[in-house]
């Protein structure tokens, strides 16, 4: 009798289990938020040091627009997030919500979002800004691309041998 009362809490996410998920869906929704709009270009405004103002147009000068980035991400994956934790005991019922699952999702889309903005600023501040621009295919982007796509590569196996070492 025992063991069906543990064979049937067995799949149920107790309350901690609940809130890591939370967390890590928040994570890997406010990451995917950010890359996503950054790559289809949405128009946030950005704040302008020198002029002390923020601005959807363009103005002259540097600009940061990263502070509106991570506002917006935030404020669409926060209250998504809440949905899907007071949701999660009704999912479970139809979804396998599963605690390592969960842990190597949000690793990945950690490793992927680093990865992109490292690539993106180097892109605008190390080959655009220094002129080292090129029309042609092998020229100082790809040869940027290769390097990053090896390092997330190794960086990323790194990070499997690890957690599998430590679950063992």
Do not use: H
């Amino acid at each position: 009798m025992e063991e069906q009362s543990i064979k049937s809490e067995q799949n149920l996410l107790t309350k901690s289990c609940r809130i890591f998920s939370f967390l890590n869906f928040f994570l890997m929704l406010a990451i995917f938020i950010l890359v996503f709009s950054n790559l289809i270009g949405i128009n946030l405004p950005k704040y302008y040091p020198l002029l002390y103002v923020w601005s959807i147009l363009p103005l002259k000068g540097p600009s940061m627009g990263f502070f509106s980035a991570v506002g917006f991400a935030v404020s669409l994956a926060l209250p998504l997030s809440l949905i899907f934790y007071l949701a999660a005991p009704y999912l479970q019922k139809y979804l396998e919500i599963r605690f390592k699952t969960f842990k190597n999702l949000s690793t990945a889309f950690v490793i992927v979002g680093i990865f992109y903005f490292i690539a993106k600023e180097w892109k605008e501040w190390g080959i655009e800004k220094t002129g080292l621009a090129d029309s042609r295919f092998f020229n100082a982007e790809m040869l940027f691309f290769l390097i990053i796509l090896g390092l997330f590569l190794i960086f990323f196996a790194l990070l499997l041998i690890l957690e599998k070492k430590i679950f063992e």
